[in-house]
T-cell receptor, first 110, second 113 residues
């Protein structure tokens, strides 16, 4: 059974204070790892897809990396508008569903 | 930019009543999903739908649940006899192919009293 854990559960940063979020996964054949952002009361919003170990994707202040067991979402010089819950999800080679982790709740203080 | 739309945004119902949650996926997408999120918990898979049939379902998706794509644009989730524990945010999602990202709607907050 595919499993996804995320750490930390919650993270408070000062504006401009860079940090990283972790997603650890166990999956029988990774088809893709996905990062989403979720604002309160809203649906997940797509950020990145990573398909193979060593791959990196970047968008504004966010950078996602992937190894064979985990993925990191690096946030450089965050701003208050980056405050949200960041979700990691995996898809394996055998099913169609996405298995989500519990998320990291990020707060960036001005 | 195209988006997944869900109606209603909020639904309040009495225990034992039937509810239908509605979704309009993105028009050229072929894969359709329902997920739910109980307050403070993770997003959980319910069911996937492809080529006019269920392709995968979770243990949560028991006989009380059904899905339908009645026409070329709508995708519905029916809960036949709601229970208190069905209270959650229900998200519809669609994708263009099996390998690509999913686009999520804004959700329907279901409250069962």
């Amino acid at each position: 059974e595919d499993q996804v854990t995320q750490s930390p559960e919650a993270l408070r940063l000062q504006e401009g204070e860079s940090s990283s979020l972790n997603c650890s996964y166990t999956v029988s054949g990774l088809r893709g790892l996905f990062w989403y952002r979720q604002d309160p009361g809203k649906g997940p919003e797509f950020l990145f897809t990573l398909y193979s170990a060593g791959e990196e994707k970047e968008k504004e202040r966010l950078k996602a990396t992937l190894t064979k067991k985990e993925s990191f979402l690096h946030i450089t010089a965050p701003k208050p508008e980056d405050s949200a819950t960041y979700l990691c999800a995996v898809r394996d080679n055998y099913g169609q569903n996405f298995v989500f982790g519990p998320g990291t709740r990020l707060s960036v203080l001005p | 930019e195209p988006e997944v739309t869900q109606t209603p945004s909020h639904q309040v119902t009495q225990m034992g009543q039937e509810v239908i949650l509605r979704c309009v996926p993105i028009s050229n997408h072929l894969y359709f999903y329902w997920y739910r999120q109980i307050l403070g918990q993770k997003v959980e898979f319910l069911v996937s739908f492809y080529n006019n049939e269920i392709s995968e379902k979770s243990e949560i998706f028991d006989d009380q649940f059904s899905v339908e794509r009645p026409d070329g644009s709508n995708f519905t989730l029916k809960i036949r006899s709601t229970k208190l524990e069905d209270s959650a945010m229900y998200f519809c999602a669609s994708g263009r192919s099996a390998n690509e990202k999913l686009f999520f709607g804004s959700g329907t907050q279901l409250s069962v009293l």
